[in-house]
């Protein structure tokens, strides 16, 4: 079906779903790559009344406001396209949420079952104040324990702490020196950029982010690059190599030629946790892009692990393309793209995030939002959609 909508300010825009039918689906090969999807939470239809005056709202109001059914159906919805969960993470408004919804985040997803696995992130947000150095190690190693416990993989979240606190390049390494020796492997770190938040400028100063991958490989597997800086992630894919590590991108600019690397090195085998997984000059991934576009990267992956590199690129290029708009500046508004598209296929009832900065977007930015997921094939009711946005140009949901 393809459908054609008013666009008030240009060109009309088409809505067209069922691409993925329109060739064969590639079948029988081993996954290639490692992907977790980054999945945002789904609030409850009443939540515009629950948040009102959010500025002041507790942790307590937000896991009030989730949608816990639609939420979980929601990442066993990714899962079911082949791909991981990232639970709790920044695309789950993790810094807004608050410990108590995360953790409930984690145990649920944990209860799950997932045949994909899941990752969640472990930081200090369970303390009311973080003052010291110990209190923030013994907090992150207490969430360490709890993913694990739930059977996850934990990745350290990046600490704000600590560039609050001015720390050097050698309190770093002590800082996570200690989390890792109090923790059991394994374990990630996320080098997460300011363009998502903004304390986190000057983060792993000088060398200490390869000092700290350096600790003891065996437990810390790798690291998850959210630094939307191409050229700096293949130079610590470089190195983490060498280490027997692995990289997971978190680029969701550039994530299409990252993922299918270059081909010149040998690819090997690496053990994460239990799991054996391939690795060479490539990136495996931990996406947030992956949320709103779980089918047609599928399929692209899919292409991928069946040698079929041309077919890879066609699926997963307009799945970056999608990415570009959905992450361009304010990034951190990005959530609102991902949780418009969830919406638009039926995912969730309205597309909402905590403390309503979905508002931030504005109309043409979700216009594009659609016509880009329509065009990468992640529409998969035109009718439906097209239903859903008439709605929003009216003025319901905003």
């Given at each position: ?23 064969a ?12 999807a980054?999945?945002h ?22 896991i ?24 709790a ?44 150095h ?85 437990k ?8 939307l ?7 610590v ?40 997984i ?77 403390h ?14 659609a016509?880009?997921?329509s ?12 239903e ?11």
């Open positions: 079906m393809k459908i054609e909508l008013p666009n008030p300010d240009g060109e009309p825009i088409w809505l067209e779903d069922g691409l993925l039918s329109r060739e689906e590639p079948t029988g090969a081993e996954p290639v790559r490692v992907a977790y980054a999945a939470i789904i609030l409850k239809d009443d939540a515009t009344q629950r948040s009102t005056g959010a500025a002041g709202s507790s942790s307590a109001d937000a009030e406001m989730v949608d816990w059914d639609q939420t979980m159906a929601f990442r066993q919805h990714l899962s079911s396209h082949g791909f991981g969960i990232a639970e993470m920044d695309t789950a408004q993790r810094f807004e949420l608050g410990w108590p919804a995360a953790r409930r985040l984690i145990e649920q997803c944990g209860e799950l079952d997932l045949d994909t696995g899941f990752i969640a992130g472990a930081g200090a947000d369970q303390c009311g104040e973080v003052s010291d110990t209190t923030l190690i013994d907090a992150v190693v207490e969430q360490v324990h709890i993913i694990q416990q739930a059977g996850g993989i934990a990745i350290i979240l990046p600490m704000p702490w600590l560039c609050r606190w001015g720390c050097d390049e050698q309190q770093y390494v002590s800082i996570y020196r200690s989390i890792i020796e109090q923790s059991n492997g394994p374990v990630l770190l996320h080098w997460l950029g300011p363009m998502f938040l903004a304390e986190l400028a000057g983060y792993f100063p000088g060398t200490s982010l390869d000092q700290i991958l350096s600790i003891d490989v065996d810390v597997r790798g690291v998850k690059m959210s630094m800086d191409h050229d700096l992630e293949i130079e894919r470089q190195r983490c190599r060498e280490r027997g590590q692995i990289v997971l991108t978190g680029d969701d600019l550039h994530f299409c030629d990252l993922i299918a690397g270059d081909g010149k090195i040998p690819c090997q085998s690496v053990a994460i946790g239990d799991r054996q391939p690795d060479g000059d490539f990136s495996h991934a931990l996406l947030g892009v992956l949320d709103g576009v779980a089918v047609p990267a599928g399929r692209a992956l899919r292409h991928l692990a069946a040698g079929d590199l041309a077919g890879y690129r066609r699926w997963m290029q307009p799945c970056e393309e999608y990415g570009q708009r959905v992450f361009e500046a304010p990034t951190h508004l990005y959530k609102t793209g991902l949780a418009f598209t969830a919406w638009l296929n039926g995912h969730q009832n309205q597309p909402m995030l905590l309503r900065i979905d508002l931030e977007r504005d109309l043409d930015h979700l216009l594009d939002v016509r880009l997921a065009r990468a094939g992640a529409i998969v009711d035109a009718g439906m959609a097209a859903r946005i008439e709605l929003m140009m009216a003025g319901v949901h905003r």
